[in-house]
RNA sequence: GGGCAAUUAGCUCAGUGGUAGAGCGCUGCCUUCACACGGCAGAGGCCGCAGGUUCGAAACCUGCAUUGCCCACCA
């Protein structure tokens, strides 16, 4: 194989080495020849017979990151669990695929942009109306996207760039209509007024996944709505009460059973309320008053309880958090100066009959933090309950043509093994999520994401790929929450709809690697949507990894100020210290903790490997043709050799990249360079000439395939040796495609 | 309220039935021609607690404690 000179890596291979491995010059140069050769790209590994056909293929997509701002630690370790697999498998011969791409990220790129323009200019997206808006946030996006991209070189990431894709590109556009189409076909996607989680903040509504509940301190109010109302109830929120239409006890709670089906009539602080007093085993009789005023407009609990007994719902809190009922010194207010209009009402007509404090779980939302209030509003939802046909299917125990529901697809896969779960114990949360799961809102009152690609005129419904041709049709305003464009990821990345050359040679992915936080966010529902869509499953195996924390173990963030840029840390020790110090001691689905003490640990190590194999290359003596003699050690040195790279191709076939990172740690540096290589310093210099050459091969030979070992873990510093050593024939010039 | 995980040397963590391990840190010696981002030597742990299984347990079982995380409609 001779491609050294159009490769480009000739220009930073010397005959002998420089004292140190300088990172900051020869990580880019080396990252660039990389690309230049083409073997990111599997098509060029075939064309070029390094991908063998008897090795099969390696398939995996990369969870996009958001075009929010720049590199984290998060990113880094993804990067590197990912670029060890996806290069262990190119160096094994296997036909292989990483596919990058980016996350437009609908309200967390949104949010961030508003935040930017009303801070520079003071105004607000509606200031600037629809379309100016959006040219805005594309344009953050865009800068966003070529930071990232090239900070995810500089870890040295070995992905295709050739087939980079974007969730809102036109291609995966595309892909989203049709999906959307073709689950509104199926009855799958429908319409509805229902109460959903809305963010007051973001001025949206949010799916039940990003909903984060925070416990905190909070008052419990024990009173009557009148005096001549038989049941005392309990709450919290006493200004949601005008939307009361039930009072709910336990139906073998003796107190009440005797005012159960009866309706009131009832003036609640100047609002006349219709309560109906029902019975619903739901009601836990032992806490408050073991009654509960039903508000089924406000509250999720009360809302599914309304529709189990036919209660009215009636809605006295509008989008701004703010009455929409009651007398001139309730409506209009906010909720929380409402509350005390109708406390001070409470206490002057003596109703109130106990004030306590308690501690109460509250709805947030996830991306702004601002507290959910629950709205009945008309929106759109995936049903995942709804029986359907599935036309093909692929799936162990789901035959083509058969009726199912998507909560029994996803269960399904899991449950026959089809797909794996890693480590295990996620998948008894991942079913524990499906038997709780709702309907999915998908619609969202923000502007940033794909349109929804439905239109109305008058009381008409259009839902297709397109418009209707005819004049006065008006698109929905809403946008699809972001989930449903990357739930489409494994594939709409590969073409789909279209029936692709690479949907067919890729899909199902092998691996889907992502941090546990999003296993439902994301996991779940690209798996919902690939048996959905295409009958088959979207990967084999999940593999989840935890978070990353500093030293005091507390979760990085910017607010904290704990964040440690990967990037400064490459610029200072280098990626590859970077990536192994991310390796090792982080065990799969456990948080790990890093620090800049530890990079620097890690540095040490590239420094060893350097020095190591300067070593070995200074007193190599090409011109030694004598046939080698081996000793008994050099035969049990190589046997070691030989045992430890089968050990860390277990590990690392086996997901356990911490202790494959951790025994070539060990090996190279304890067993490699302080016992080897020592003892055979004596031989080089004095022995007869059949034990100097056994001594000098068997310190180049461990070299060599101590840095196709490392080469996964740590791609710059071994590339770069590689390109330094003799080679002999059959090996490649560059280490990123040599056999392992 | 339900579930999951962790608890091993000062710190960070490996170690899934057979005489306690690594890195960092610490102590002492060594600047010898790969490396002081180094070498050699060394100190340091009744493996959270209590029971049990076993010839044998840090590991398996039961209970408890502490910490962390996830889920959940106690108003």
Redesign the pocket.
């Known amino acids: 194989m001779d491609m050294a000179g159009d490769l480009g890596i000739m220009k930073i291979m010397k005959l002998d080495m420089d004292s ?1 491995f300088d990172h900051q010059k020869l990580e880019p140069e080396i990252y660039k020849a990389w690309e230049k050769s083409g073997f990111f790209n599997p098509d060029n590994l075939v064309k070029k017979g390094i991908a063998k056909k008897s090795a099969g293929r390696f398939s995996m997509v990369l969870p996009p990151p958001n075009v929010t701002g720049v590199l984290h630690m998060g990113h880094a370790i993804v990067l590197t669990i990912e670029d060890i697999m996806t290069r262990f498998a190119r160096m094994q011969g296997k036909k292989t695929l990483w596919l990058p791409g980016s996350d437009h990220a609908a309200i967390a790129t949104q949010a961030k942009v508003e935040k930017i323009l009303y801070k520079e200019k003071g105004q607000s997206r509606h200031d600037l109306g629809r379309e100016e808006f959006l040219k805005l946030v594309e344009k953050f996006a865009a800068d966003s996207h070529k930071t990232i991209v090239n900070q995810t070189r500089r870890m040295g990431a070995s992905l295709d760039w050739s087939r980079e894709a974007y969730t809102l590109d036109d291609q995966r556009n595309f892909a989203v209509r049709t999906a959307f189409k073709r689950m509104y076909d199926d009855g799958l996607i429908f319409r509805k007024d229902r109460v959903v989680n809305w963010d007051p903040k973001a001025q949206t509504t949010i799916s ?1 996944d990003e909903v984060v ?1 925070t416990e905190r301190k909070a008052l419990l109010y024990t009173f009557k709505y009148s005096k001549d109302f038989p049941i005392a109830i ?4 006493p200004e949601t009460k005008l939307g009361d239409t039930a009072v709910a006890v336990h139906p073998s709670d003796k107190r009440y059973k005797k005012y159960v089906g009866k309706v009131y009539d009832v003036n609640f602080a100047g609002e006349k309320l219709q309560i109906k007093i029902i019975a619903d085993k ?3 009789p ?3 008053t ?1 009654a ?2 039903v508000t089924p407009a406000h509250s ?2 009360d809302y599914e309880m309304s529709l189990r007994h036919n209660l009215p719902l009636k809605q006295v809190i509008d989008e701004r958090a703010r009455m929409t009922v009651g007398g001139e010194d309730i409506k209009d207010k906010k909720t929380i100066e409402a509350r005390e209009v109708i406390l001070e009402w409470l206490r002057k007509e003596n109703l109130l009959e106990k004030t306590e404090e ?1 501690t ?2 509250i709805s947030t939302a996830e991306r702004t933090g601002g507290v959910v209030e629950p709205l009945p509003k008309l929106q759109w939802f995936v049903d995942v309950e709804k029986k359907f046909k599935i036309p093909k299917s692929s799936i162990r125990g789901i035959k083509s043509e058969s009726d199912v529901t998507l909560k029994e697809l996803m269960r399904t896969v899991v449950k026959n093994g089809q797909i794996k779960i890693l480590p295990k ?1 996620f998948e ?2 991942y079913f ?1 999520w499906i038997d ?1 799961l709702r309907p999915w809102c998908i619609s969202r009152q923000i502007w940033f994401g794909h349109r929804i690609p439905v239109w109305y005129k008058e009381n008409k419904m259009h839902v297709d790929m397109d418009a209707p041709k005819e004049k006065g049709w008006e698109q929905d305003p809403d946008t699809l929450d972001t989930w449903f464009s990357s739930s489409l990821w494994t594939f709409s990345t590969l073409g789909w709809p279209k029936q692709t050359k690479d949907l067919k040679e890729y899909h199902p992915t092998d691996v889907l690697e992502t941090a546990y936080e999003i296993l ?1 966010f994301w996991v779940a529902r690209m798996i919902l949507m690939s048996t959905y869509l295409l009958g088959e499953i979207p990967f084999r195996t999940v593999y989840l990894h935890g978070l990353v924390r500093d030293e005091q ?1 507390k979760k990085m963030s910017k607010s904290l100020g704990n964040s440690i840029d990967p990037v400064d840390m490459i610029e200072l020790y280098g990626a590859d210290a970077v990536r192994i110090s991310l390796i090792i ?1 982080a ?1 799969p689905g ?1 948080d ?2 890093t620090s800049e ?1 530890k990079i620097r ?1 890690y ?2 190590f590239t ?2 490997i350097w ?2 194999s ?2 070995v290359l ?1 007193s190599y003596d090409a011109s030694l043709k004598t046939k080698p003699a081996y000793t008994a050690a050099d035969k049990r040195n190589l046997k070691k050799l030989e045992d430890t790279k089968k050990r860390v191709a277990g590990y690392i076939e086996d997901f356990k990249f911490h ?1 494959a990172a ?1 025994l070539i740690y ?1 090996y190279f ?2 067993t490699f ?2 016992k080897v ?2 003892q055979s310093k004596d031989r080089l210099r004095s022995g007869k000439e059949a034990d100097r050459a056994a001594a000098q091969d068997v310190l180049m030979k461990i070299l060599k395939e101590s840095l196709k070992m490392l080469h996964p873990f740590m791609p710059y510093i071994t590339e770069s040796i590689w390109g330094k050593l003799p080679r002999e024939k059959g090996e490649s010039d560059m280490l990123m495609v040599e056999k392992c």
């Open positions: 140190r039940d509940h309990a709450t919290t929120r739901d009601i836990d032992e806490f408050g073991g509960l005023g999720m609990v308690i109460q779980n114990r008894k949360e524990r709780s439902f173990g001691g065990a456990s790990s903790k003490d640990g540095r040490n420094t060893k020095n190591a300067r070593f200074m202790r951790e060990q540096w304890h360079a302080d290589i020592e």
